[in-house]
Each structure stands twice: as C-alpha cells, then as structure tokens.
C-alpha cells in the first residue's frame, strides 16, 4: 500500500509515502473510473468507519493521492476536456459551462439549470450539449486520449463521457420529445471513440439490453447505466484498452445537501465493488486490469440564504445595462454576465469600461475573493479586502512544482503565494496552480473579460442561475473547490505531477507498446 498525504499548501511537492506492493501493468486494460464530485474527505471518513470496503481494497493494493489538482473553472465539461486533451482551457478553448462567445455573439449554455435553458432557448442548449462542445467547439488542435490511441492501435471507450471526441464514426439518436418541438434532427453523427455509449441517445451493443436510461433516470446518465454497460462489456470480450466510465450520481446528492453528506459514497463503494466483481474475483481485476478512480472537483459549502450567501451580480452591477437571458445582444448593453456557481465571467461590451475600475467596484463586496484579467500580456489579479495587486505572464525566472516559469510583480499575497527570491521558487497555498490556471482560463476565449470567484460559503446568481443554498457549489479557483482523489491500482507507474492535465500523458505511458514490453520482462 502506498498512501500520499495531501500536500500540505505550506509544503507543496512534499509527499508522505508507506511502503507495498504494487502489481505489474503488462498487457492490462485501463479502467478509468470518473466519479463526479468524488472528494477525499468522503474516503477517508468511510476507511475510518470501515464502511468502504472496495475503496480500502485497491487503497491498500494501490496508491492512493489525496490532492490532485483539477482544471478551472472547477466546472465538468472544463475538467473533462482537460482531462481528455491533457490541456488547460487556453488549449483546448472549452471556458465554462456558460460563456460569451464574441464570434457567434451569444452565450453559451451546455446546461446550468432548467429555467437557464429555458430562457436561453431549449433548441440551441441542446445543440449545444448534444453536438457543439464536442464536435466544434473542442478545439481540434488539442487531440484527445481517444484520438491518440487510436493513432498507436490502442482501442478505447467512453461511457457517458460528457467530453468523448474520438476517430470513429457513431450515431445520436433522439426521441421525438427533443427533435419533435426544437430544429434538431432525429440522428447526429458524431466523432467518438470505438466503444460509445451516451445515456439513452446512443447504446449500440445488444438491443435487449433493459437499462435505466427513461426520463425519469436522467436519460441514462446515472451509475446504474454505465455499470450495466461494464459489465456487457466484460461479460462479452469486449473490454476496450482504455475504457472511461462516468459515473455522475454523487455530484448531484452534494450539490443538493452539501459535501459533508458521506452517505452516497457508501453506495459508489458498493457499486465500485459489483464492476471488481464482474472479472470473477477483486484480486483478478487487478490481475486484468489497471483501475484508476478519481474524482474531478471539491464542493464547498454553501451557507444558507440568511447568512447572505448568494452574491447578485445584478444588483451590484445595477447601474449598468446587462444582457438578459435570451435576450439579443445590442450596442445598447454594458455587460454580460456567465455565472458558473462560485466563478462568473464578466464582459464588457462597452469600450469606456475599464477592466480595473470594474473589478474594483466588485471588490466593494467581501463576499467575493479573487478577480482577474489581462491587459497588454499581463495577467492581473486583486483579492477582496487588500485593494492589492499583483500581475505576472509565463517565461519569467521564478519556478513553481510544475517546473513553469513566471515574471511576477506586486504583492504575491493577493494569490496567496509564498516566494523565495534566494532560489526563485513559487510555492502555492490557498490556491493550487493558480497561475496557469488562471493563465489558463483568460486565455480561453476573445476577451476582454473578469474572472471573479467567490469566498467560501458563497455563490454567484444571475437572473436564473441555480442555487446551492445549504447544499455544496464549486467553480472557483480555491483549494477547496479544487482538490480530488486519485486511487491507482494494478501498476507500479505514477504520474509524474498530480494535475489532471497530466493525467492524459500517464494514460498514454501505460499503455504506448513499449512500456507494455518493459512491464512483461519486469514480471519475470
């Protein structure tokens, strides 16, 4: 067993390990389980109770890392593309889950919430979602691991992927209640990779299969479904390489009662534990296969409205005109807002607004932690309470853990930096890689833009956004919004940082021919 404490944001790059065994890769297939929201803290209060026995299975035969960095915003489809092209969102150009686009002059929504969708038009959200983020608006330039794979004969597949971009051809089908009252048409072909499935809109394996996928269960998009695909798979051969299965049902119990509710993980534990059991024994998974499980994000919990948890852009924005949803984007307005729980994008659309002078009048509220935003190659950023400054832009002389170099001036405590001038090292606290990250999402789309995000406790509404109150939120760039757990068992490999953008690498390394050979002459 090998367990990695979390880095401690005081000690970043220092680690904690025990000594143990792990097994060889070999020719093994990679089982790549995502759970949505999955957080460490869960873990290791259900290890304490002993109630996780499948968890404290491929702990103590694996490894287990307690702080892997996630992309941001700490929204899915961000974290996923991230994920799947090994990029931050300056690469691979998926900003948010709502976001301005100054090319087509609309937001875009990939599903915030009903009454979102609603106002911002059920026909283009669903193209959206259905179609554009993975078709069009994945940058192409960033290969996914599915395109990858494929280069080098490896096979691989995705179920319920939200971000599933691969080589081979496959087909969306819809019932006549999406295609009968919007423009879309009964069938989309899409690029995915060789195994896909997604939810109810597309299942291509054997026709009497009974799956959870009605309305009323999400459409397919929930555990049950994709362990029933798994174990198709399993049952019939069909195991692909690399195999990505999504598993989304924790996220929603969090969001609605907040990341101290640990009772949902003992069912993930139970589900994690049936899809072990289908290779006939939890010691022959390992034996078969590489199981990775991890989660994508943290959730920090959200006040209840009595302690004015919920931060109206609108009302501190008030004399200026906004862009309403669904409303057409004119001269006329100021400003548009992109809520993305406790992260939002602010653009100006008009000219005589200053990026500063806006963030300054944000910062009025204590509500609100860190904004920033970039001006003549530099990336700028305030912290409520300071009223100080600090900018910075890569290819500098001061490193950080990640071994990227930064040009940084003013005060480094509004990112809650520590700095060592003697040796030129940036070490990270409150805020993990907050400077590629934010790098990362201000270089994403056509600015100008804010990027603001909230303190702990707090989120951000526009007219219609959905709220958390009581329950959990993330989006923002604070640790607490941006840790997960990544277990690993089956193979002596590690990643080589705990970051999801490098995650698409270590996939790569372990299953590229090569390393195959090495680990089968390592066995013997």
């Known amino acids: 067993m090998m367990i990695l404490e979390p880095r401690s944001m005081n000690n970043q790059g220092e680690q904690k390990k025990t000594s143990g065994s792990i097994g060889n890769t070999g020719n093994k297939k990679v089982m790549l389980i995502v759970a949505d929201s999955l957080m460490s803290k869960h873990i290791d209060q259900g290890l304490d109770l002993d109630e996780l026995p499948a968890f404290k299975y ?23 593309s991230s994920l799947l092209t090994g990029t931050y969102p300056d690469q691979h150009q998926i900003p948010g889950l709502i976001w301005y686009s ?6 875009i929504n990939y599903g915030t919430g009903i009454k979102e969708v609603i106002q911002n038009g059920t026909n283009q959200t669903l193209t959206d979602i259905l179609y ?47 295609y009968g009252p919007t423009s879309l048409p009964e069938m989309i072909r899409v690029h995915a990779p060789l195994h896909f499935t997604y939810g109810a809109f597309s299942h291509p394996l054997d026709p009497s299969l009974r799956l959870p996928d009605g309305v009323m ?44 509710q640990v009772h949902s993980i003992q069912k993930l534990d139970r589900q994690l534990g049936e899809l072990l059991s289908l290779f006939g ?12 499980v991890m989660g994508d994000s943290g959730q920090t919990q959200i006040l209840p409205r009595e302690k004015n948890s919920v931060i109206s852009l609108r009302s501190i924005l008030k004399p200026y005109k906004i862009v309403s949803a669904g409303e057409e984007i004119t001269n006329e307005h100021d400003l548009i807002l992109a809520v993305n729980e406790r992260m939002a994008y602010i653009y100006p659309l008009n000219p005589s607004l200053s990026l500063h002078q806006l963030a300054s009048r944000l910062l009025s509220d204590d509500r609100i ?31 950080d853990f990640y071994n990227q170099y930064w040009s940084i001036g003013g005060e480094s405590e509004v990112l809650d930096l520590k700095i060592r001038d003697e040796d ?42 959905p709220l958390h109150l009581g329950g959990g939120a993330h989006g923002s760039i604070h640790a607490y919004d941006s840790y997960a757990p990544l277990i690993i068992a089956g193979t002596k490999h590690e990643p080589k940082f705990r970051r999801i953008v490098d995650l698409k690498g270590y996939f790569l390394e372990l299953l590229k021919p090569e390393a195959e050979e090495k680990n089968k002459m390592a066995a013997h």
């Open 217 to 260: 269960e999400n459409m397919g998009f929930n555990n049950e479904y994709a362990l029933k695909m798994v174990e198709y798979l399993v049952q019939n051969n069909q195991l692909p390489d690399l195999l990505l299965i999504y598993l989304p049902d924790l996220d929603k119990e969090l969001h609605k009662y907040g990341p101290d």
């Open 281 to 292: 024994s939890w010691k022959l998974a390992l034996q078969e296969a590489i199981f990775i």
């Open 102 to 107: 100054a090319a087509e002059n609309r937001l």
């Open 58 to 80: 491929l702990i103590e035969e694996g490894i287990y890392y307690r702080d892997l960095v996630s992309s941001f915003p700490t929204m899915s489809v961000v974290i996923d």
């Open 132 to 178: 554009n983020i993975n078709q069009l608006h994945l940058n192409k330039n960033t290969p996914t691991f599915h395109e990858e794979l494929s280069k080098i004969n490896k096979s691989s597949g995705s179920i319920n992927g939200l971000i599933y971009r691969g080589s081979h051809s496959h087909t969306l089908r819809f019932p006549p209640w999406i």
């Open 369 to 399: 932690d860190v904004i920033a935003w970039e001006e003549e190659e530099w990336i700028y950023a305030m912290r409520s309470g300071s009223g100080k400054t600090l900018k910075f832009h890569p290819d500098g002389e001061y490193r």
């Open 424 to 465: 030129k090292w940036i070490e990270y606290r409150s805020y993990p890689d907050v400077l590629r990250r934010l790098y990362g999402a201000l270089r994403s789309h056509q600015a100008p833009f804010l990027i603001l995000n909230a303190k702990p406790g707090y989120e951000f509404q526009d007219e219609n956004s």
